[in-house]
């Protein structure tokens, strides 16, 4: 575990919060950063006192891209060999609900950041984009493909040919963003939505998380086998009894994640 | 710093005057983006809690300067890079903007004015629909603003006729919230800008923020704006203060947080 440099963690109502920290730069992502990101998920991931996690900035600003000075003087062959990416698919790998909250602009590196987390919650103000083409090269952590299955070929080529950026509520009605509220509440909506899900049993919500991941990536057919699987296995959870007992009990279930 | 406009703070109030009184008050491409320069920096200011626009000499704004206008302008881009920017900017800007109309507010200048909060005008002071006098359409909000304060016809009726409106009409019209004789013109502008200016700021803001909210939202989406809007405003000192001013009976003094 490398110290924390970049961002600020801490844990609060079994909701884990990392806070991009580097505000002198508007928080641009560093390869530090986002190893320190991961670390902290694959930590929490396995942690029985997080449930969901947050991912944010700070009032202003969630993130303004990548830190382009890092990686100015890089060439095709020590980027293939430091094959830095390989950190985002593991981001992809954390099981645990992510929610990023989302105030101010929300670019390149940081708009890929927020489309690895599993919800968006965004200020009014919010602007999201990916402007990479204007420096002559394109976005590389997932941003064509995220970007293109969450509102569709057309639209997403526009964007990312023009680099232009989006507000919060053309990203909401397209598919990108979940929630939009006042700037001043940002982070306050995205604790009572992370709560929400972690009062929810532990083991639905992460299978849920699977099987809706698989349905983006196979076809419908092996996508519902999966989910098949999944709901089978949850059969075997105390959590399903206990649901279905306080079901018909007509009380309120109570959880472990078991 | 800036050529076509003056711009100062005092007294928590920043004052915008258009500067270019020869010409009674013409918008350049530079003054365009002066303007949203001051406003940008005002909005910043964390001592600036209320926004005077007016005009320098006998004019409040004529509109476009239109000794620049060739024949093969494009007029659509004029708009996009410097009006509808300077536009946006006060739509967005949350805190109290005050149009202190002194003279003529034509064309694009009484679209300036209609996109400010309040319009204080001068007995001296007149709007024009100019825009149908040279063969165009309003533009900078205009066409925005105008249905909204005065009604679907009587906006028809201005935009097509073209014709002056007075500050006694305009009053009536429901487009200035008060005239002002030309003797107390300086000091009662001063102090409505002064008024505003020591209200609970943040407040102002999100009314502000949210009334806007309400041409396109209906009743369930505003219960739920307000209900946002009330919770930003419930942890502000303002309200705190206000609060503790009522319980001790005196009168509250806010700090514009």
């Known amino acids: 575990m490398v110290n924390k440099e970049t961002i600020q963690t801490w844990t609060e109502d079994g909701v884990g919060v990392i806070q991009l920290n580097r505000p002198k730069v508007l928080n641009a992502l560093n390869r530090r950063m986002v190893t320190e990101i991961l670390q902290t998920m694959e930590e929490w991931d396995r942690d029985d006192e997080v449930s969901v996690m947050i991912v944010t900035g700070n009032e202003k600003v969630f993130a303004a891209g990548a830190d382009i000075a890092e990686m100015a003087e890089d060439d095709s062959i020590s980027l293939e060999l430091l094959n830095q990416f390989a950190e985002w698919d593991r981001l992809a790998w954390v099981k645990k609900p992510i929610i990023a909250a989302v105030n101010g602009y929300c670019l390149g590196g940081a708009f890929e950041l927020a489309l690895s987390c599993d919800l968006i919650v965004a200020a009014e103000n919010a602007q999201f984009g990916f402007p990479e083409v204007n420096l002559g090269v394109m976005p590389g952590a997932g941003g064509t493909v995220r970007l293109t299955k969450l509102m569709g070929r057309a639209k997403a080529l526009e964007w990312l040919w023009l680099g232009e950026y989006m507000t919060a509520k053309f990203a909401n009605e397209n598919g990108v963003v979940n929630r939009v509220v006042a700037p001043e509440l940002v982070f306050e909506e995205a604790m009572k939505l992370a709560r929400k899900i972690a009062k929810q049993a532990p083991l639905s919500i992460r299978m849920i998380k699977e099987a809706v991941n698989k349905s983006v990536d196979h076809s419908i057919y092996e996508a519902m086998q999966y989910e098949r699987k999944n709901f089978y296995m949850l059969f075997a959870s105390e959590d399903q009894k206990e649901g279905m007992k306080a079901f018909v009990e007509k009380r309120r279930p109570q959880f472990k994640g078991k | ?257």
């Open chain 2, 1 to 257: 710093m800036f050529e076509t406009i003056e711009y100062v703070t005092e007294n928590n109030v920043a004052w915008i005057r258009l500067n270019r009184p020869d010409k009674f008050n013409a918008f350049t491409e530079q003054m365009n983006l002066e303007i949203t320069k001051a406003l940008k920096e005002a909005e910043k200011d964390g001592e600036v809690r209320c926004l005077v626009i007016t005009g320098n000499g006998k004019a409040f704004c004529s509109g476009e300067d239109l000794a620049g206008v060739k024949q093969d302008t494009d007029h659509a881009e004029i708009l996009r890079k410097r009006y509808n920017p300077m536009v946006e900017k006060l739509a967005n800007f949350e805190k109290p903007v005050i149009a202190a109309v002194n003279g003529v507010a034509a064309g694009a200048g009484m679209s300036l004015a209609l996109a400010c909060d309040f319009r204080i005008l001068s007995e001296k002071a007149s709007f024009i629909e100019a825009f149908i006098n040279v063969g165009l359409v309003p533009d900078s909000g205009n066409l925005f603003y105008l249905p909204r304060l005065v009604g679907h016809a009587k906006a028809l009726e201005l935009t097509v006729m073209g014709e002056k409106v007075s500050a006694e009409e305009a009053k009536d019209l429901g487009l200035a919230t008060k005239v002002i004789a030309l003797d107390q013109w300086e000091e009662e502008v001063s102090a409505f800008a002064q008024n505003l200016a020591q209200k609970p700021t943040k407040a102002i803001g999100l009314i502000k923020r949210y009334l806007r909210k309400s041409w396109d939202a209906d009743l369930s989406e505003m219960l739920e704006n307000e209900a946002y809007a009330q919770r930003t405003a419930g942890q502000t000192v303002d309200h705190a203060e206000g609060v503790q001013a009522f319980l001790e009976k005196r009168k509250p003094v806010f700090k514009g947080r």
